[in-house]
């Protein structure tokens, strides 16, 4: 298509922005398709999953409520066949930072000069408390690189421009998933507590025993009171991160058993916290969410306030608390300042729409939910709509090159079937037609079936040896 053609049907008012995902977990897959809403309300959604040991199952998606109008899974260099021939118009990237730099280095192998290729967009998922410098230099290339919060906006540019690099792709937004209902306490006390945990933090089966121990004892101690015991998957599904110790096969050993009043949940977030009168986690996204809500919120302290389990982050929140003192009956409030800082305030007095994730579609974004963002995504949605406009975008510049990164580079692409040059290597692209429904389903069983001996490796065999090298 002739750039001139393509600059003017980018903007014509009444053609919808045809907007493609591509994420490599159920977490990182909301993020990906509420973004693409918040910047494009009325786009047309076409989802991709990147084939990988987190790929989510149709379980978790279903959990998660937001659905494309096409949902496939690819390889990266499927991916990048998939946006030369289909021509969209923005590209969100949901996904860990080196698949973000593999997918940047195919763009530019694509389009080496000056081009109407799309608009390629990254951020993070939720809070980032570890690899800032990493991860944010694996996303460098990007059109825009989102920031959830003015305190992640300023961190963003000081990593970029501390190496020499153009930081004008950093724009501040808020986690696009902030939403539902403001809450409303009943009385002075907590009926509902929700404990959300996480796949990895903490790590050690002891610890997590311990906590999970403590919800029980908690819901002990508190009769009147329901312990949600909140879960991100299933005994076999994995995440954002490896989960080796599910506290579904923790709980089966809790001393005397969960009490009738604690129990483990699954389900959206969203919907969870619309019965909540406590969170408790350890650093959780999930914490955010709560806070937007005005729902008392606790950050655990009883492993420490450590960087790797990421509850550092929350300092200066007014939620750090321990189980014993929410067993004395603590309500944490959040403090005004730190969540300004941290985005979470702005949007306190004007929710989105009750449940965003609950209408299960990503459509046309509602009156409520342009009202309520209007200011927080001007900035993203103008920067989107100027380079929409240009007759042709220049190509991307990701900061590690063959010259920056000789060494580091060409082992993030290779580990997605990319040469040096962001080409795909022989074979890593299937050409030629497409293969029959039983090849399909054939390979299918067989990425299932290879899937399911990985999960198997990490739950069960990995713990069994390390175990028995502390013998």
């Not at 096409?70 to 080196?98: M, N, P, Q, S």
């Not at 008392?296 to 420490?304: Q, R, S, Y």
Request: glycine content about 10%.
């Amino acid at each position: 298509m002739p750039v001139s053609n393509r600059s003017a049907q980018r903007s014509a008012p009444r053609s919808p922005l045809r907007v493609a995902v591509l994420a490599d977990s159920d977490t990182r897959w909301k993020w990906g398709a509420l973004t693409a809403r918040r910047l494009a309300p009325g786009h047309r959604l076409t989802g991709h999953l990147l084939r990988g040991r987190a790929t989510p199952t149709a379980r978790q998606l279903g959990e998660v409520g937001v659905r494309a109008d096409r949902l496939t899974e690819v390889t990266c260099a499927e991916f990048l066949a998939d946006i030369e021939r289909e021509r969209y118009d923005v590209v969100v990237l949901a996904l860990v930072g080196g698949a973000v730099q593999a997918v940047l280095h195919g763009v530019r192998a694509l389009w080496p000069d000056p081009a109407a290729r799309p608009v390629i967009v990254t951020g993070y998922v939720g809070v980032v408390y570890e690899k800032l410098a990493d991860g944010l230099l694996l996303r460098h290339g990007a059109d825009l690189v989102l920031a959830n919060s003015r305190h992640d906006a300023q961190r963003f540019r000081a990593v970029y421009e501390g190496v020499g690099a153009d930081a004008g792709c950093v724009t501040e937004t808020v986690l696009p998933f902030l939403g539902g209902a403001a809450y409303e306490p009943a009385g002075s006390r907590a009926t509902t507590v929700v404990f959300a945990v996480q796949p990895s933090v903490p790590e050690s089966r002891a610890d997590r025993a311990y906590l999970l121990e403590r919800a029980a004892g908690h819901a002990r101690l508190h009769p009147d009171r329901e312990v949600l015991v909140k879960l991100r998957s299933r005994p076999g599904e994995h995440t954002t991160h490896l989960e080796e110790q599910p506290y579904q096969r923790l709980a089966a050993k809790v001393p005397g058993g969960l009490p009738a009043n604690c129990r483990l949940a699954y389900g959206n977030m969203g919907e969870v916290l619309d019965g909540a009168d406590l969170l408790v986690t350890v650093s959780s996204t999930a914490a955010l969410e709560s806070l937007h809500r005005g729902i008392p919120t606790a950050v655990l302290t009883d492993l420490g306030i450590r960087e790797a389990l990421g509850n550092h982050h929350f300092l200066g929140s007014g939620c750090l608390a321990s189980w014993d003192q929410l067993d004395a009956g603590l309500l944490p409030q959040g403090d005004p300042e730190w969540l300004a800082a941290q985005g979470v305030a702005p949007l306190a007095t004007t929710p989105l729409a009750t449940t965003p994730l609950a209408a299960g579609a990503v459509a046309d974004a509602t009156a409520a939910d342009a009202a309520a963002d209007a200011d927080v995504f001007a900035a993203a949605r103008a920067r989107l709509a100027a380079l929409l406009e240009l007759p042709g975008l220049p190509p991307v510049a990701p900061y590690y090159t063959l010259t920056t990164a000789p060494r580091y580079l060409p082992g993030i692409l290779a580990r997605h079937h990319l040469a040096a040059d962001g080409t795909p290597l022989p074979g890593a692209a299937r050409e030629g037609a497409e293969p029959s429904r039983l090849r399909r389903r054939l390979r299918s069983h067989l990425r299932d079936a290879a899937r399911g001996l990985y999960r198997h490796g990490v739950q069960r065999v990995a713990p069994l040896i390390r175990r028995m090298g502390e013998l």
